[in-house]
């Protein structure tokens, strides 16, 4: 089960940030951020780095992408400084589709992007994305790794409070378990 219509392709403001659906002119600043922050984000984002080796990969992702948001799989923005156009990184949503509908938020800044608090005011515009009328999630979800403060610093200043999970996987993780911590926001929590 699918949204009968994709959301809008409206970016989202917030007071310094633009968050928007990529556009096949972003393939640059896309692929010179991965490229720049390979090895940095390789353990968090693996799929999403090993996808993108090349400015041609960048512009089949984008495109890839573009296919997700109409088809309700995937809603990736990128974010951008609202004064400059700096390209700083990017957020996502994974719906479930599944009863009661949840969505998956993940992210990552560029390593200078970090400790300006863009984290923290992308995922606040995320989350109002994944609550808001298009999407209606009864409830958001997020992992981050626990050897990363900034990352659970941004999710609790945000309102997501740690939550167990005893969820059987299908395949086995790339990392322990142990080492991610689950995340989780109802719309009563904001």
Excluded at 3 to 9: I, Q, R, S, T, V
Excluded at 162 to 171: D, G, I, S
Aim: charged share 20%; glycine share 4%.
């Amino acid at each position: 089960m699918h949204a009968a219509l994709p959301p809008p392709l409206v970016p989202l403001t917030t007071s310094r940030l633009v968050l928007r659906p990529y556009q096949p002119t972003d393939k640059a600043v896309f692929f010179a951020v991965l490229d720049q922050n390979r090895r940095r984000l390789e353990a968090a984002f693996p799929a999403r780095v090993a996808a993108v080796q090349t400015l041609s990969d960048a512009t089949r992702t984008l495109a890839q992408f573009a296919h997700d948001w109409q088809s309700g799989r995937l809603y990736v923005l990128g974010i951008w400084h609202r004064e400059t156009d700096a390209y700083l990184g990017d957020i996502s949503l994974r719906p479930s589709w599944q009863s009661p509908l949840s969505a998956e938020i993940g992210y990552y800044l560029a390593a200078e992007a970090e400790g300006h608090g863009y984290a923290r005011e992308a995922l606040a515009a995320a989350v109002q994305f994944g609550f808001g009328e298009h999407l209606r999630a009864h409830h958001l979800t997020l992992r981050c790794r626990r050897n990363n403060p900034r990352s659970l610093a941004v999710a609790e200043a945000v309102g997501f409070r740690p939550v167990t999970t005893t969820r059987r996987r299908l395949w086995p993780l790339r990392v322990k378990d142990s080492d991610i911590m689950h995340y989780r926001l109802e719309p009563t929590s904001l």
